[in-house]
């Protein structure tokens, strides 16, 4: 007798099936709707954002709020005009600057989470 036959096996190579993605959860349109998770998102975008906000205010606030102390320190009233005319113009523009990015990128981190997209 011959050795022991193994079962033939065939191997179909076609095109693979294509299956129906799932339908995704779309933050999206639980924001349009107005749900309650939808209104949680844009309490959420609203709250980083008044975040940064007053973080900025407070910021201003407090070197505002020292230069009484700084101009009765100097007795000077040009030294008093010269911080007033170019240290007082730097802080503004960096503050500004600093909000304006985390104002951008608190809207772009938004956009990120109701689209669905990972984050970098």
Do not use: C, K
């Amino acid at each position: 007798m011959s050795a022991e036959s193994t079962p033939r096996r065939e191997v179909v190579m076609g095109e693979p099936r294509r299956v129906r993605p799932l339908p995704r959860y779309r933050a999206q349109s639980e924001i349009d709707e107005q749900t309650a998770l939808g209104g949680a998102y844009v309490r959420s975008l609203m709250r980083s954002q008044l975040r940064a906000g007053l973080t900025v205010f407070a910021v201003l606030a407090l070197v505002a709020g020292t230069l009484p102390l700084v101009f009765e320190a100097l007795h000077s009233n040009a030294v008093v005009w010269a911080v007033l005319g170019f240290s007082t113009y730097p802080p503004l523009t960096l503050a500004a600057w600093w909000y304006v990015r985390r104002a951008e990128r608190n809207e772009r981190d938004f956009a990120r989470l109701v689209e669905g997209l990972p984050a970098p």
